[in-house]
């Protein structure tokens, strides 16, 4: 008798694989985040350091310290943040939060869809483990 459960397990698993395939950002909506390529996460800190070291602590050998103060929170803290995946920081990336009102807010940083690949790819990489 076959277990209907892994039969489903099974369907899941190779929808997901035929969806990674033909379009690697459906396979991602439907569950199948893969770890960053490392590729992507030296490009990520590298991009990072040259761009997002004013505000945040990107890596902790920067050579500087952010000039904001306070200084927007660590990528270590948002790696680790609650709910945080690749789906919300390319968001996030792609969004203007800086308005008259909010000045200090993160601009929108006007980065491409690459950049953003990478820049995702170095924070998911700073998770702590769980």
Do not use: W
């Not at 904001?68 to 919300?88: M, T």
């Not at 203007?96 to 940083?109: A, K, Y």
Request: proline content about 8%; hydrophobic content about 40%; some cysteine.
């Amino acid at each position: 008798m076959r277990d209907r459960r892994n039969g489903n397990t099974v369907s899941r698993l190779v929808l997901l694989g035929i969806l990674a395939a033909l379009n690697p950002a459906l396979a991602f909506a439907a569950g199948a985040e893969k770890a960053p390529d490392a590729g992507d996460v030296s490009a990520g800190r590298d991009l990072a350091l040259s761009l997002c070291t004013p505000c945040h602590v990107v890596s902790r050998d920067q050579e500087r310290p952010p000039i904001l103060r306070p200084p927007a929170p660590s990528f270590r803290v948002i790696a680790d943040k609650q709910g945080i995946s690749a789906e919300s920081l390319r968001t996030f990336l792609s969004t203007t939060h800086s308005t008259i009102d909010t000045p200090g807010n993160m601009p929108n940083p006007s980065l491409s869809e690459d950049q953003i690949r990478v820049l995702v790819s170095y924070i998911l990489s700073l998770r702590s483990s769980r």
